[in-house]
C-alpha cells in the first residue's frame, strides 16, 4: 500500500495568514493526488485533485503543487471558515489511501 | 443537484453484519463516467477507502478488508450496497458512500451515517 504522511498533525495559525500542509507519499503517485477539507460532522469536501487542479467552486486562495513525491496545500489567507481539517488521499493505484489529516486550528 | 443518502441499521451486534445502502438521486448510477465508493471514519480518526464498484458491477477493495466485503449495485433502484461481515467493535465508525470520477478522486459525498458495533 502506498503510505500518506502528512505533516504537521496541527497548524495554529491566524486569520489572514498565509499556510501550507504537506503530504509526502511513500512511492511515486505521479500527480494524482487531492485535497480535501471535512469540517466538524460533516463529509470532506473536495478541494484539489490531480495535485493542484481547483475543483470547481473553490475559493481561489485555496492551490496545490507537488515536487516528486511531496505535495503541498496552500491556503493563501486564512478565512475564519478554514478552520478545520484537511486530508490529502493518493489514487495512483489501489487500495486508494488517505493522509492522517491536519487540523488547523486558530492561535 | 447529485445527492447521496446511506441508510442502514445504526447498531450492529460483534460477529453480525453491517448492511448499508447508498441511494443516488439527482443523476444515473449507470452513468459510465463514475464508480461508487464505501468510506469509513472511526470516530476523531482519519478516512479509510473501502471499496468501490462500477455500475457493471466490477469491484474494487482494500485488502485490508476484502475478505469482510462486499459492495453490489441495483441499477434499477438506482443504488449499491455494502456489507461487511464478522464486524467487531474495530468497525464502529461513520460510513461515507461517494461518487468516484474515473481518476479517482471522491467528488459527491453522503451525509455518512455512525454503525456502531456493541452487544
Known amino acids: 500500500d502506498i503510505q500518506m504522511t502528512q505533516s504537521p498533525s496541527t497548524l495554529s495559525a491566524s486569520v489572514g495568514d498565509r499556510v501550507t500542509i504537506t503530504c509526502r507519499a511513500s512511492q511515486s503517485i505521479s500527480s494524482w493526488l487531492a485535497w480535501y477539507q471535512q469540517k466538524p460532522g460533516k463529509a470532506p469536501k473536495l478541494l484539489i485533485y490531480k495535485a493542484s487542479s481547483l475543483e470547481s467552486g473553490v475559493p481561489s486562495r485555496f492551490s496545490g503543487s507537488e515536487s516528486g513525491t511531496e505535495f503541498t496545500l496552500t491556503i493563501s489567507s486564512l478565512q475564519p471558515d478554514d478552520f478545520t481539517t484537511y486530508y490529502c488521499q493518493q489514487y495512483n493505484s489501489y487500495p486508494y489511501t488517505f493522509g492522517q489529516g491536519t487540523k488547523l486550528e486558530i492561535k | 443537484q447529485l445527492q447521496l443518502q446511506e441508510s442502514g441499521p445504526g447498531l450492529v451486534k460483534p460477529s453480525e453484519t453491517l448492511s448499508l445502502t447508498c441511494t443516488v438521486s439527482g443523476g444515473s448510477i449507470s452513468s459510465s463516467s463514475y464508480y461508487w465508493g464505501w468510506i469509513c471514519q472511526p470516530p476523531g480518526k482519519g478516512l479509510e477507502w473501502i471499496g468501490s464498484?462500477?455500475?457493471?458491477?466490477?469491484?474494487y477493495y482494500n485488502p485490508s478488508l476484502k475478505s469482510r466485503v462486499t459492495i453490489s449495485v441495483d441499477t434499477s433502484k438506482n443504488q449499491f450496497s455494502l456489507k461487511l461481515s464478522s464486524v467487531t467493535a474495530a468497525d464502529t465508525a461513520v460510513y461515507y458512500c461517494?461518487?468516484?470520477?474515473?481518476?479517482?478522486?471522491?467528488?459527491?459525498w453522503g451525509q455518512g451515517t455512525l454503525v456502531t458495533v456493541s452487544s
Open positions: 461517494a461518487r468516484m470520477p474515473a481518476l479517482g478522486t471522491f467528488d459527491y
Open positions: 464498484i462500477y455500475y457493471s458491477g466490477s469491484t
